[in-house]
C-alpha cells in the first residue's frame, strides 16, 4: 500500500514499501516529522527545497533536479526498491535546466509528481504507462492554469489526477490550499487533496 499526505502547495510526503519515506519538495504544511529515506526536490525555489524541514533517517539521500538533469539528459535513480526518473518541466518562469517533474516507480504503484511546468513535450509519453496518480499544478501565475492542466490530463491518462500548487506562497509561507481553485480543474478522475489530508492507493 502507498500512501501520500498533501502537505500542501508543492509538498508531498509519501510512505510506501514496506514503510519507505520520499518528500517531495518540503516547504508547506505539517507532517515532517516522520524520518525520510529520501527527499526529492524539482527545482530550487524557496518554495519547493526546503530540505532542513523533514526528519531523516540515517543513509537518507537529498537528491536535486541538478543530480537528474544533467547535460541535457534526464537521469533515473534508484535507492532500495524506490526508482525516480526525471522528465521534463519548465514555462516562462521555470528554465527547462533548471526544473525537473519525477515519476516514482513504488513496487506496483506509479507516480508522477509534474513540478512547477506548463504542458510539456513528454507529457504524451506518460499515457501508456498506467500511473496511478499524477499531480499537475493549476496556479496560473507562475505555472499553467486549470485549463491547461486539465488537457495535460487527458494526455497523461492517470487513474487519478490531483490538483496541487495552487495559489503563489511566501517565503514564510500562506495559503497552501484552495477548494475553490481545485474545483476549477475539471478533469477526468480528478481527486481533490485537501492539505493535511492523505490518499491510498491500494
Not at 535546466?97 to 519525477?102: H, I, S, T, Y
Not at 495559489?167 to 475553490?180: A, E, I, R
Request: hydrophobic fraction near 40%; charged fraction near 25%.
Amino acid at each position: 500500500m502507498t500512501e501520500i499526505l498533501y502537505q500542501g502547495h508543492g509538498s508531498l510526503r509519501i510512505t510506501a514499501l514496506e514503510g519507505a519515506v520520499i518528500y517531495i519538495d518540503p516547504f508547506a504544511g505539517k507532517g515532517y516529522d516522520v524520518p525520510a529515506d529520501m527527499i526529492l526536490v524539482t527545482h530550487g525555489h524557496f518554495d519547493h527545497n526546503k530540505t532542513s524541514k523533514p526528519a531523516k533517517k540515517d543513509g537518507c539521500v537529498i537528491w536535486t533536479y541538478r543530480d537528474f538533469l544533467v547535460d541535457g539528459k534526464y537521469l533515473t535513480k534508484t535507492l532500495g526498491r524506490v526508482t525516480v526518473r526525471a522528465l521534463e518541466a519548465y514555462n516562462k518562469n521555470h528554465r527547462k535546466d533548471e526544473c525537473v517533474g519525477f515519476v516514482l516507480m513504488l513496487g506496483e504503484k506509479k507516480v508522477y509528481v509534474a513540478g512547477d511546468t506548463s504542458k510539456t513535450d513528454m507529457m504524451a509519453s506518460l499515457a501508456g504507462e498506467n500511473l496511478d496518480c499524477a499531480f499537475l499544478p493549476i496556479d496560473g501565475k507562475y505555472n499553467m492554469g486549470p485549463e491547461e492542466a486539465a488537457e495535460c490530463a487527458q494526455l497523461i491518462q492517470a487513474k487519478r489526477v490531483v490538483p496541487y500548487h495552487m495559489v503563489p506562497m511566501t517565503p514564510l509561507g500562506g495559503k497552501g490550499f484552495d477548494q475553490k481553485r481545485a474545483e476549477e480543474f475539471h478533469a477526468e478522475n480528478r481527486v481533490i487533496l485537501p492539505a493535511g489530508k492523505t490518499l491510498t492507493l491500494d
